[in-house]
Each structure stands twice: as structure tokens, then as C-alpha cells.
Nanobody, 120 residues
Framework: QVQLVESGGGQEQAGGSLRLSCADS????????MGWFRQAPGKERDFVAA???????DYADSVKGRFIISRDYAKNTVYLQMNGLKPEDTAVYYC??????????????WGQGTQVTVSS
């Protein structure tokens, strides 16, 4: 059973940084791709970044060069370091796990989400 718990959200000013964490309590972390998605009010859930089971990252164009995804196999945790935050980054951020790294939302396992609010 995969259980994902996000933490690290909050409020930040434009240009600032936040780091999100997602802990996986299951036993399949090392074999899963891990992803981050976000959903702003009234909008669809969008792909932000993901990292394959062997550490290959992928980023949405909107965050490339600003966000960094990483994973710690010893801690069963994936991180999203968010730098150069913009007001348009405001959203609920969700962690997800899947066998394959894909950019759609067809991931079977999701966390509960954590709010990120960026003020101008």
C-alpha cells in the first residue's frame, strides 16, 4: 500500500523559496516514479515535475530552471525545491506515485495536497 504525505507548503513572497516534501510509507518507493502536480482554484490539475525510479527528472516548461525535484531513497522521500516563486505558482501541490513517469494525471497514488501561496 502506497501512502503519500506532503509537507512544506505555506506562504511566501514573490522571488522567495519553499521546499516541499513527500514521504512514502509504502515499500515500493525505489521502484516508483514520483511526481508533483498542482491545482489552482478553478483550474485543472497540472504536471509540475517528476523523477523516475532511477533519478531522471522532468519538468514542466513553466517551472524549468526554477524548481528542482530530487529523491532520497533512504528516507523514502521526494522533494520539490521551489525557487524564484511567482504569484502564478499559487496552488495546492500534490505528490503522486506511479510505475512510469508520465505527464498526465493518470497516476494511481496521490497525497492529500499542500497549499502554496505566493504574494506579489
Amino acid at each position: 500500500q502506497v501512502q503519500l504525505v506532503e509537507s512544506g507548503g505555506g506562504q511566501e513572497q514573490a522571488g522567495g523559496s519553499l521546499r516541499l516534501s513527500c514521504a512514502d510509507s509504502g515499500r515500493t518507493f525505489s521502484g516508483h516514479a514520483m511526481g508533483w502536480f498542482r491545482q489552482a482554484p478553478g483550474k485543472e490539475r497540472d504536471f509540475v515535475a517528476a523523477i523516475s525510479w532511477n533519478g531522471r527528472p522532468d519538468y514542466a516548461d513553466s517551472v524549468k530552471g526554477r524548481f528542482i525535484i530530487s529523491r532520497d531513497y533512504a528516507k523514502n522521500t521526494v522533494y520539490l525545491q521551489m525557487n524564484g516563486l511567482k504569484p502564478e505558482d499559487t496552488a495546492v501541490y500534490y505528490c503522486a506515485a506511479n510505475i512510469a513517469l508520465i505527464r498526465t494525471t493518470a497516476w494511481p497514488y496521490w497525497g492529500q495536497g499542500t497549499q502554496v501561496t505566493v504574494s506579489s
